[in-house]
């Protein structure tokens, strides 16, 4: 029991209690004996977990996991929503248990339906800023917010490898400038691009301002994207100090960090779809 227990994230006493209350035991259990149980067994106890963590009643749970006749892979696409915020409080439920299938099962099918950048906007920022609300009001759950964010680089990276149709012969930088380390939001962007046909280098975080150059140098971008999340990473240097090329790449600056005032004679962006917008333009789109 401890063993499955732990797999699904819960306590042995809830398996107890599902079991004497709802019949979600072991199949065959003879008293006197440890409880084995099945794979079968072990499915519908996946299903009655992640029903309760959309937000269905125990008793709702207990009776859709009795019925279910799957295998013990139960997957987020067999879940339906009724709307957007029912997703995100799911999702958000399932971070805190730390289920990582189904938390990259539920972000992959989403953005398979509606794209990137309405995923980012209106499921993936809402989970990120309830966890991060968690973190702040109780300083626990940090793990949490590392998971999710490992997953959401995962699934990005995924998607900007798939492109089907590059329309850019020159492939776009994007890299978080200084030290800063905070680069989920270019992974966003990468796989946003893509999916427009928009190739790019990610050169990720702490890329050194020589790496930049180099590739500017090599490459001579369309554009070039560069992140900052924190001001002590944002300094003027990155955008100011770069070779210059021909045909002159346009310079989009994003994130928090920038001082608006010394960013005058370059493109601020404040969220993704803005971040697209001003890419797809250098590109000619």
């Known amino acids: 029991m401890a063993a499955v227990a732990r797999r699904l994230g819960v306590a042995p006493a809830t398996l107890r209690t599902w079991d004497r209350r709802y019949g979600l035991g072991p199949t065959d259990h003879q008293e006197g004996h440890h409880r084995r149980y099945r794979p079968q067994d072990v499915a519908r106890l996946m299903v009655m977990r992640r029903l309760i963590a959309s937000g269905v009643s125990p008793s709702d749970a207990a009776e859709q996991a009795l019925e279910h006749k799957g295998s013990a892979t139960f997957r987020a696409t067999e879940m339906k929503f009724v709307d957007r915020s029912e997703l995100v409080n799911t ?19 989403d953005i398979k339906k509606y794209g990137v950048i309405r995923s980012w906007h209106e499921v993936i920022v809402p989970v990120l800023t309830m966890v991060g609300q968690d973190w702040a009001t109780t300083g626990k759950g940090i793990e949490v917010e590392h998971f999710l964010t490992e997953i959401l680089k995962t699934v990005m990276r995924e998607k900007a490898s798939k492109i089907s149709k590059v329309v850019n012969p020159n492939p776009v930088v994007l890299a978080a400038v200084g030290e800063e380390l905070h680069c989920l939001a270019l992974h966003a962007l990468a796989a946003a691009l893509a999916e427009k046909g928009i190739e790019s280098y990610f050169l990720g975080s702490r890329t050194p301002h020589e790496a930049i150059c180099s590739v500017v140098t090599r490459t001579a971008p369309p554009a070039v994207f560069l992140w900052a999340q924190l001001p002590k990473n944002a300094k003027a240097k990155y955008f100011n100090e770069l070779p210059v090329v021909r045909p002159a790449p346009r310079i989009i600056l994003g994130g928090p960090g920038w001082d608006p005032t010394e960013c005058s004679k370059v493109a601020v962006v404040h969220d993704l779809s803005s971040a697209c917008l001003e890419i797809e333009r250098a590109v000619g789109l």
């Open 91 to 109: 999702i958000y439920r399932c971070a805190i248990a730390l289920d990582n299938d189904f938390v990259a099962q539920a972000l992959s099918k």
